[in-house]
């Protein structure tokens, strides 16, 4: 079965920017693959950033940002605020079922 | 206004089968480009995708789980059946359902904890 990896953790200083990584096991990260972003604060539900690689909900700050880069999807966040703190989740469509990554832990400080 | 709400025992037992329901309105589960996922989250880990269903009844499971899985649709009572068969501790966790379409899990229910325990 296909693993999604992702860095555990980062920090960022408020106002800084942050790339945040989503690598698969079967290969390149590419466009087939309609990388997902999902931010998790704690103790809330899970709320989508990010689809298929670089689409933004009506939801989603324009700080955010989602891309492709060397074989891996990416989220960046420009200007982070405090309430950017969260967990991130990479999804993956790598066939025809989906696959979480395991999350980063995203500090602002 | 897209909505899901979970719904279900807080509490089963080991090798029982867990039942859990999400209710949804704001969009029709009849289209093969829409589906309600599910997903769910042990206490202080990460998310886990576990299966779909497409408006046209098509339904992908998780491998690891596909053998336990079914996800069935009532399309006139907008409602979508999870089961889970031979339930261990470990699977104790929130289980969330998602409206899925575009290739985006966007909209989330709330999310309802179950425990598996004797």
């Known amino acids: 079965q296909t693993v999604v990896t992702q860095e555990p953790s980062l920090t960022v200083s408020p106002g800084g920017t942050v790339t945040l990584t989503c690598a698969s096991s079967?290969?390149?990260?590419?466009?087939?693959?309609?990388p997902n972003w999902i931010q998790q604060k704690p103790g809330q539900t899970p709320r989508a950033v990010i689809y298929?690689?670089?689409r933004k909900h009506s939801w989603t700050p324009a700080r955010f940002s989602g891309s492709l880069l060397g074989g891996q999807a990416v989220l960046t966040l420009s200007g982070a605020r405090p309430e950017d703190e969260a967990e991130y989740y990479c999804?993956?469509?790598?066939?025809?079922?989906?696959?979480f990554g395991g999350g980063t832990k995203l500090t602002v400080l | 206004q897209i909505t899901l709400k979970e719904s279900g025992p807080a509490l089963v037992k080991p090798t029982q089968t867990l039942t859990l329901t999400c209710r949804f309105s704001?969009?029709?589960?009849?289209?093969?480009?829409?589906?309600v996922a599910w997903i769910r989250q042990p206490p202080g880990r990460a998310l886990e995708w576990l299966g779909i269903?497409?408006?046209?009844?098509?339904?992908r499971y998780s491998p690891s789980l596909k053998t336990r899985l079914t996800i069935t649709k009532d399309t006139s009572g907008n409602q979508v059946v999870f089961t889970m068969t031979n339930v261990d501790p470990v699977d104790t966790a929130t289980y969330y359902c998602?409206?899925?379409?575009?290739?985006?899990?966007?909209?989330w229910g709330q999310g309802t904890l179950v425990t598996v325990s004797s």
């Open positions: 298929d690689t670089n």
């Open positions: 999804l993956l469509y790598p066939t025809t079922v989906r696959v």
């Open positions: 998602a409206h899925v379409t575009d290739y985006s899990h966007d909209y």
């Open positions: 079967t290969g390149p990260v590419t466009s087939d693959y309609h």
């Open positions: 269903i497409f408006g046209d009844d098509d339904r």
């Open positions: 704001g969009f029709s589960l009849t289209a093969s480009a829409v589906g």
